[in-house]
């Protein structure tokens, strides 16, 4: 069974992954670490990138939130034989790890003034910028079906989460009505959380009630 690692929240990196997993009935387990041990660990060089979340498959442990998303995804049927969508895919996968690098710093900081100043930074400087792109790559898709492709992907379940911790009012100074100005992001978002086969997951039900 594949097993992933993290700390006691849900956080987006491991999310994605256990997403895609759950949306094709496959099993695996999430196992929690306290930040304490997490150090711990760290120290004695326990984790492939010194990094959360790993994931544990035939007893080898592996690193980076992409190449777990990216497994996951392709054994939930989730990821493309197509070069091309392949191309899209990634671009949101990357995306997402852009924008949340952006944001970092302002999590990061410990001093209330600095956090604060860091994060007025980002709404200012890179907020709008960032969603921007991901409607432009959302506007290219093809097909009638409200997702990046033609069928749902881990596209979809990578810019789902990002727009939920966004919009979820759990970042100081993030106005959660900012996707009103992305007329086409919010179909798209609002479009996920009524799709039935993603709605039903027990996971999906447990990131939109916390």
């Known amino acids: 069974m594949i097993t992933f690692l ?76 197509n070069k091309d969508e392949c191309l899209i895919i990634d671009q949101v996968l990357s995306w997402a790890n852009d924008i949340n690098s952006k944001i970092a710093p302002s ?30 790559i959302y506007e290219k898709r093809v097909g009638n079906e409200n997702f990046f492709l033609k069928k749902f992907s881990l596209a979809d379940i990578t810019a789902w989460r990002i727009i939920h911790w966004f919009k979820s009012g759990k970042l100081d100074l993030v106005n959660p009505d900012f996707l009103r100005k992305f007329r086409k992001l919010n179909t798209f978002y609002e479009s996920v959380n009524k799709y039935d086969a993603f709605n039903k997951i027990k996971l999906y039900q447990e990131i939109i009630t916390k």
């Open 6 to 81: 993290y700390f006691d929240f849900n956080f987006w990196r491991v999310d994605v992954p256990r997403l895609c997993l759950s949306f094709a009935n496959i099993q695996h387990r999430l196992k929690s670490i306290s930040r304490a041990d997490f150090i711990i660990q760290k120290k004695r060089g326990a984790f492939p990138f010194g990094q959360l979340p790993v994931m544990i498959v035939n007893k080898n442990m592996y690193g980076q939130t992409i190449a777990i998303s990216k497994y996951c995804a392709s054994l939930a049927s989730l990821y493309s034989e």
């Open 107 to 136: 999590i990061r900081e410990k001093n209330k003034v600095k956090q604060i100043k860091l994060r007025n930074k980002f709404v200012r400087n890179d907020l709008v910028t960032w969603f921007n792109y991901l409607e432009r």
